[in-house]
């Protein structure tokens, strides 16, 4: 059913993966068959190229079909150009080894691209939220999936500030959903706190998504991976969408999760250069947060960060960035805001309290990034000056209560009492 590698065994490498595949994907599941493959895009660490081509040169030369599409949730549209570079692929590549494919982009924003599914009952959304929210909620889907016999999930996986660990069935749901589940999905996260959810498996989102999973027409084969800290393929899980899944989350869990002996009254983030805005860039205070000691502050770095969100950036200048609580008593206020957007304000302000009209958050949120000073002040965020942030001012000093994490935004950091 699935095949892994240990943290202590060797880094996988294209053939190793090509051998997993061929072992434990059932070939009646893919001969004569169109699949299409869902992946990721820019914003995670992945050895995507590598990946892509081990598919195609199991799948592809059984299938009757092999097409790829990238599953952004609500990241910013692709034009193919930008998934051959995602995937690795030139033009002659492309043409050789490619040509029965088509490189697709999920269009979460055009609805004629979508295609419902089903709806979530007002009484099964009370019990898979355990209360916290009470609505029906509909289900829709990028409707390319019916032009297809097998979906296949092959993307990484790490905590996960919404659902717990991503990846898996998450590709789905959200990943080429509509907008009423996606939105849904990211608040009922927000609305239970990103503190009680990032790193662990059995979530009230996650489950949420699994039953969603049920409405799916199409069987679903999943391909799992975990990379380390540098983007080198350390294990590879194949399955069904659960198992494969909940195999990577383990594996994860060992390699991606931190535990510190006390928290620290000022942490610098270096965000990389893969999350281009803040909508991504927000990770830094994700994975961070639960280590930034009660009033400390966390400076999320990033002198390449120029803009919030393509996307959403009008809703964020209207809304700003508010704890949980802010948020909840001002909801009629916002009614009008995709409740995605609400979501993300929220996991970046972190947690705190609200009395008598006045936000006391938990985290001081400064960016050092090049978003302006007078924007930044708009949506209730710190400003530093990028220029005047030098990394290695930062760099060891644990026992002074400084801590520096580069290329931050994906491992997970909690203290010791709570892992």
């Not at 991976?225 to 194949?238: I, K, P, Y």
């Not at 991606?256 to 610098?268: A, E, N, S, W």
């Amino acid at each position: 059913m699935m095949a892994d590698e240990s943290i202590n065994k060797p880094l996988l490498d294209e053939e190793a993966v090509c051998s997993i595949i061929e072992a434990e994907t059932p070939v009646s599941l893919y001969r004569d068959k169109r699949v299409l493959v869902l992946t990721p895009d820019a914003t995670r660490t992945c050895p995507l190229p590598g990946l892509v081509r081990a598919v195609n040169r199991v799948i592809g030369r059984r299938a009757a079909g092999l097409d790829f599409m990238v599953a952004l949730g609500t990241h910013p549209p692709m034009a193919e150009e930008e998934i051959l570079n995602l995937y690795g692929l030139d033009p002659e590549q492309r043409e050789k080894d490619f040509h029965r494919s088509n490189f697709l982009n999920h269009r979460w924003d055009l609805p004629e691209t979508l295609t419902p599914l089903g709806t979530l009952s007002r009484a099964e959304i009370e019990n898979l939220s355990e209360g916290r929210l009470s609505e029906t909620v509909p289900v829709a889907i990028n409707k390319s999936i019916f032009d297809h016999d097998l979906i296949m999930i092959l993307g990484p996986v790490f905590p996960h500030e919404v659902v717990g660990f991503s990846g898996g069935a998450k590709y789905l749901f959200p990943g080429i959903s509509g907008g009423d589940f996606l939105h849904f999905f990211h608040w009922l996260g927000a609305v239970i706190s990103c503190r009680r959810i990032i790193g662990h498996k059995d979530t009230p989102v996650r489950r949420t998504i699994d039953r969603t999973m049920e409405f799916v027409p199409r069987p679903v084969f999943c391909l799992s991976a975990v990379v380390d800290h540098s983007g080198e393929l350390t294990g590879f899980f194949a399955g069904d969408h659960k198992a494969a899944w909940s195999a990577a989350a383990d594996l994860s869990a060992r390699l991606h999760i931190r535990t510190k002996p006390r928290p620290y009254k000022l942490v610098l983030g270096r965000a990389p250069e893969m999350y281009n805005e803040l909508w991504t860039a927000g990770k830094v205070m994700y994975k961070l947060e639960q280590v930034v000691a009660p009033g400390g502050r966390l400076i999320i770095h990033g002198p390449h960060i120029r803009e919030i969100s393509a996307t959403w950036g009008r809703h964020l200048d209207r809304v700003g960035y508010h704890i949980r609580e802010y948020l909840l008593a001002h909801m009629d206020r916002f009614s009008d805001v995709p409740r995605g957007v609400l979501a993300h304000s929220t996991h970046v302000k972190g947690i705190g309290l609200y009395e008598n009209g006045l936000e006391k958050p938990l985290v001081d949120v400064v960016l050092a990034t090049a978003i302006p000073e007078e924007k930044c002040r708009q949506v209730n965020l710190r400003y530093l000056n990028p220029e005047e942030v030098n990394p290695a001012d930062y760099m060891d000093r644990e026992e002074e209560g400084v801590l520096f994490v580069d290329k931050a935004g994906e491992i997970l950091y909690r203290l010791e009492e709570n892992g």
